[in-house]
């Protein structure tokens, strides 16, 4: 699909990078006259027949000895990279400053001398990395920096005597709001690790599965019913209602409303009202809160947070509520919970409804992944339709906002089951069901049925049922909106849509093409790091986890191919770009399939990296060379 004047050698691009985009004339005019017999070889060991033609292996099986020498070169790496070398900078972790001295309180350490970290500040500026640059993110946004002197920007807001400086005026405009919500406090961190949490409403539902109701305990219904008609009992100020101590579930600040007392009726609930709408997947690793801040600038209306296991959450795992955090730009969004037993799904789900703000509850039943697989997780959930059933009942009973289901075609390739699901899904009471045109044996190859999603939208109806898969413009969102879906998720690897291309959003919004330049892509990186620091910090420990989910989102983004170098459009799903220069040194350094040129990416934006550093992607199918 590259026009034939861009398409080079796989060493003849990495000399080009290597020379920093200086070649001579003469130079290439003769990659010029090479070109034509070269481009043929100049792609990496392509997918196409794979893709084009599924199931025809013994079709061409004459002349096999040329091919049998191609065959290990073939081989795709797949999965996930699991022996990663620790990318933490522990050189940096030997003196690190105690933060009650950033934050000006160094006389009332809570540890004491037995504090290990230091408090002389000259003894710790004298260990501190340089500076990366003269302006910091944080003090130029909100006008003050709570890193101090450990800011690797800080000579943009340390006066003398290391005093870190304030920006009144700018400072107050932003006192007293709420940028990022769904945070975990320390006082329910160490209750869930003592297990002093009450779960009332999730103990009766699980005490109806135990007194041999099966699944339909007091799920509800997602069309009303009986439920609708007649108030249930035991609702209301009954002491399984309320929390441990008595006191109700549900925050009581402010004047006391029917709904302070009486539970809501399947009828009564939220609406998500989102058909229509483009739906930014889930996305792990890559779907944190800087990357959905940017999909939300190119149009994103529906976000959803990175899937989190609900047993981490019940243990009060720090990083595993950092993935519920909402930035106040996310005006439409949900969380993703994992988990294979009904008691530990509604339990949360009972928890995240009275402790964090969010839109709407998603069960992933997508999953792949082996580790997720063989626990009961994930897309084995389609395989267990009792526990499945029992999980969807359970959680739609103790939330108040709608409840929704990720799922695939069915576990084996062949053998789609998502059309009988997708039925009793419904009658369990779920709100929408987003649908990924492929089956777990497939991951994320080959190309996605929307035929049968099609189908399965009409069975779903009058539920919603969003589509997802080989979303990558805005032509393929406009021939799956015909199919009859709700609304389209815009998602992850191969396809990668979002991940390849952030500003898809922007092309199905306005409906075209965008021929987005280098310098506009790296504007977006830019945007990217800047949202990182507010994010993780602007100090040492911030800085180099923003560059790690830089080098993450850049193993997917070399992957994009710029609109003026193709001869038809669209770029073509399931295919790995070719070796091709750039129409500038930019342009060619992101199309770079090499991890040591997406650090050369990451230092012009957030400065060397630290002795020693190394970096191998999550993803093996991103390492190629």
């Known amino acids: 699909p590259l026009s034939r004047r861009f398409l080079t050698s796989k060493e003849q691009f990495h000399a080009y990078l290597r020379a920093g985009g200086e070649e001579e004339e003469e130079e290439k005019e003769g990659r010029k006259e090479e070109e034509q017999v070269s481009s043929a070889q100049s792609e990496p ?9 599924p199931g025809h292996d013994g079709e061409s099986q004459g002349g096999a000895g040329e091919e049998e020498k191609e065959r290990p070169e073939k081989k795709r790496a797949r999965g996930q990279n699991k022996s990663r070398p620790c990318m933490k900078p522990n050189c940096y972790e030997q003196s690190r400053l105690c933060p009650s001295v950033t934050q000006g309180c160094a006389g009332r350490c809570p540890f004491g001398p037995r504090c290990r970290f230091l408090h002389d500040v000259s003894q710790y500026l004298a260990a501190k990395p340089a500076d990366l640059g003269g302006r910091c993110v944080l003090f130029d946004t909100f006008g003050h920096c709570p890193y101090g002197v450990t800011c690797r920007f800080g000579r943009a807001h340390l006066g003398d005597g290391h005093r870190n ?4 005026a700018l400072a107050r405009q932003w006192e007293g709001k709420l940028l990022v919500r769904n945070g975990l406090s320390k006082e329910l961190q160490q209750r869930l690790r003592k297990r002093k949490v009450a779960f009332g409403k999730a103990e009766e539902f699980l005490r109806g599965l135990r007194g041999g109701k099966g699944g339909r305990a007091s799920g509800g219904s997602a069309e009303g019913g009986p439920n609708c008609t007649a108030p249930q009992e035991g609702l209301g100020d009954s ?8 006191a109700p579930s549900i925050p009581t600040l402010g004047p006391l409303t029917d709904e ?10 939220k609406k998500l009202e989102i058909q229509g709408k483009l739906y930014l997947a889930p996305l792990t690793t890559c779907g944190n809160l800087p990357f959905r801040r940017v999909c939300k600038r190119f149009g994103a209306d529906v976000t959803c947070g990175e899937m989190a296991v609900c047993t981490n959450l019940l243990q009060g795992q720090s990083s595993e509520w950092a993935l519920l955090k909402r930035h106040h730009t996310e005006d439409i969004f949900g969380v993703q919970l994992e988990g294979a037993f009904p008691d530990t799904m509604t339990k949360c789900a009972e928890l995240l409804n009275r402790t964090i703000d969010v839109d709407f509850v998603d069960i992933n039943v997508g999953c792949p992944i082996d580790l997720v697989y063989k626990k009961g997780g ?3 959930l389609m395989t267990r339709s009792n526990k499945f059933e029992q999980i969807v009942r359970g959680m739609n009973s103790v939330l108040d906002v709608p409840l929704t289901v990720k799922i695939r075609t069915g576990v084996q390739e062949k053998v789609n089951v998502a059309h009988k699901i997708i039925p009793r899904i419904r009658e369990w009471g779920a ?8 089956s777990r044996e497939q991951r994320y190859t080959r190309s996605a049925d929307w035929d049968y999603i099609a189908e399965c939208a009409r069975i779903a109806s009058p539920m919603p049922l969003f589509g997802n898969g080989d979303i990558l413009s805005y032509e393929d969102a406009n021939r799956a909106m ?7 998720m815009i998602a992850r690897q191969v396809p990668v849509g979002a991940l390849i291309k952030p500003w898809l959003f922007t092309e199905i919004k306005e409906q075209r093409h965008w021929d987005i330049s280098s310098s506009e892509r790296f504007d977006i990186l830019k945007d990217f790091t800047n949202y990182g620091l507010e994010h993780w910090g602007s100090d040492t420990q911030g800085v180099e986890k923003t560059r790690k989910f830089l080098l993450e989102w850049l193993s997917f983004l070399c992957r994009y191919i710029p609109v003026g170098l193709l001869e038809h459009l669209p770029q073509r799903i399931n295919e790995r770009p070719p070796y091709y220069l750039g129409r500038d040194y930019l342009e060619t350094l992101m199309a770079s399939q090499n991890v040591d040129d997406w650090i050369k990416i990451s230092e012009l934006l957030l400065g060397p990296v630290p002795p020693s550093f190394t970096f191998l992607p999550k993803h093996k199918a991103n390492s190629y060379r």
């Open 45 to 53: 060991p392509a997918k196409r027949a794979k893709a084009e033609e």
């Open 165 to 168: 400086l304030v920006n009144a």
């Open 239 to 246: 002491p399984s209602s309320r929390g441990a101590e008595g």
């Open 260 to 269: 302070d007392v009486t539970k809501l009726r399947p009828c009564e609930k």
């Open 378 to 380: 994930g897309c084995a």
């Open 431 to 438: 709100a929408m069901v987003t649908l990924h045109g492929r």
């Open 482 to 488: 015909q199919m009859g879906v709700s609304g389209i």
